[in-house]
């Protein structure tokens, strides 16, 4: 089968779930001998003529750029919407690239920097497209459909929300830069990481000095701009043929805003390995508690803060907290002594992490789509408290292979509690997590994948 897939991209230059997983699942197609290509957006010049040119072959993928791209915000959300829907010239150059190529199938993995004009020459030519719903993005300009008060954003008011959440967003030359050769070279260096730390937290400290938004001062033309540029996306959404959604939250929250099909199909990556073992607990020692990830608010941090600092206060000290993910620390008050900030790792040092954890705590106030770092623990053996708003929950059965808590603080607290009290819970689950079927590593789930494709091929 000949598969083109659309993605951010390649590491180092790109990382993340995103690419992890539609790069694993690449190459794991590659190795099964179907011939594998990969369109991404690249940089801008001067002429701002849409281009697409072959790129250096990555592991045995055919790789092409597409040359001045609709812009990529990333995670850096919208500026100015007009730009992120101008239509193509022409639909030639997707047009030829497809003739090349001649895929089967196309599987998209965002709509990032991609015109609409290349899912209209597919349409053309009749070739069936995937989407993996991997973030938001399209239905919201930040991703996460996190509002401004930290907020699941269940209306977005005619985009006069969007106007709020979006008032630190990357300019397009910022974007220009991001997405040039010289930063994709030098990305990584010293220099340019302390001034992407420094950009973020000026970013942070604005957004939460506007926290207390008066509405009443919105642009509403630019509100309608926002509002055309959720229909611009949701069209496209509804033109795909087929979607993967990686979890029911992912499915839930997409059925909510387009009309479309498609199945859920939990994902993994080349890394996923059954290295399950029984755990040893020890109610006398402070309990192991684990949290991997961004200290950011989306991501339940402050959540998961306050529930222990409530603990503290009912004397129940029993347990510490290692926090891994940040390159910043944030000040830590009567909770410094059994809170430990470790700054980044590396997946190399998930198994002395998970070593070391009791249970992990995955705390998301967003309606995370996966959520790998549970997958990742699982795979371990290690049991595992998630909110109600993470797709990875679909893989746990409630109070056996794991503990769902809602995404309230006095509730995780709770179970928090009985923990620390009785391990002989932990116990059972981490017993139950290695006796259950493991069926997530890439070998199987790029089978699972193939079976879809052939369904949407096959399908009239």
Not at 58 to 82: A, D, H, M
Not at 363 to 376: D, Q
Request: charged share 25%; glycine share 4%; aromatic share 12%.
């Amino acid at each position: 089968m000949r598969i083109l897939h659309y993605t951010l991209g390649l590491p180092p230059y790109r990382s993340g779930g995103l690419t992890k997983y539609s790069v694993d699942l690449m190459l794991q197609q590659s190795k099964l001998g179907h011939k594998v290509y990969l369109l991404y957006p690249g940089h801008y010049n001067f002429s701002r003529k849409i281009t697409i040119k072959e790129d250096n072959e990555y592991r045995g993928i055919r790789v092409f750029e597409l040359v001045n791209p609709l812009p990529v915000p990333l995670l850096g959300g919208v500026k100015n919407p007009e730009l992120f829907m101008q239509r193509a010239s022409s639909k030639t150059v997707f047009s030829s690239f497809l003739e090349e190529v001649k895929p089967d199938i196309i599987h998209v993995h965002t709509l990032m920097g991609i015109h609409k004009e290349f899912f209209e020459a597919a349409k053309e030519k009749k070739i069936k497209a995937v989407f993996t719903t991997h973030d938001y993005y399209g239905i919201c300009p930040r991703v996460n459909l996190i509002d401004y008060n930290h907020q699941i954003c269940t209306d977005y008011r005619d985009g006069q929300k969007c106007v709020l959440c979006n008032i630190n967003a990357y300019s397009f030359p910022l974007i220009y830069i991001m997405q040039s050769k010289t930063y994709k070279t030098f990305k990584n260096n010293s220099l340019v990481k302390k001034l992407r730390k420094s950009k973020k937290q000026k970013i942070k400290q604005l957004s939460e000095n506007q926290s207390i938004l008066s509405e009443e001062k919105v642009d509403l033309g630019l509100a309608i701009q926002f509002q055309k540029l959720r229909d611009y996306y949701c069209s496209i959404l509804e033109s795909i043929d087929y979607f993967h959604f990686n979890s029911s939250i992912a499915k839930q929250i997409y059925e909510k805003y387009v009309n479309i099909t498609g199945e859920v199909i939990p994902i993994a990556h080349a890394d996923i390995k059954d290295n399950r073992s029984l755990k040893n607990y020890d109610v006398q020692k402070p309990l192991k508690i684990t949290f991997l990830g961004p200290m950011e608010e989306y991501k339940g941090f402050s959540l998961l803060r306050k529930s222990l600092i409530s603990l503290l206060k009912k004397k129940k000290t029993n347990w510490h907290l290692n926090v891994y993910g940040n390159d910043y620390s944030i000040p830590l008050d009567a909770e410094k002594d059994f809170i430990t900030l470790h700054g980044r790792y590396q997946y190399k040092d998930l198994s002395n992490i998970f070593q070391e954890t009791d249970v992990l705590i995955i705390p998301s106030v967003w309606k995370e789509t996966f959520g790998f770092i549970g997958l990742e623990a699982l795979s371990y053996g290690v049991p595992i408290l998630v909110s109600e708003h993470v797709g990875f929950k679909d893989i746990i059965k409630d109070k056996e292979t794991g503990i769902i808590f809602k995404a309230d603080a006095n509730d995780l607290a709770s179970y928090i509690e009985k923990l620390i009290e009785d391990r002989n819970i932990l116990k059972r689950i981490n017993q139950n997590i290695c006796n259950m079927d493991f069926n997530y590593v890439i070998d199987y789930h790029v089978h699972l994948i193939q079976s879809l494709y052939e369904k949407v091929i096959g399908a009239s």
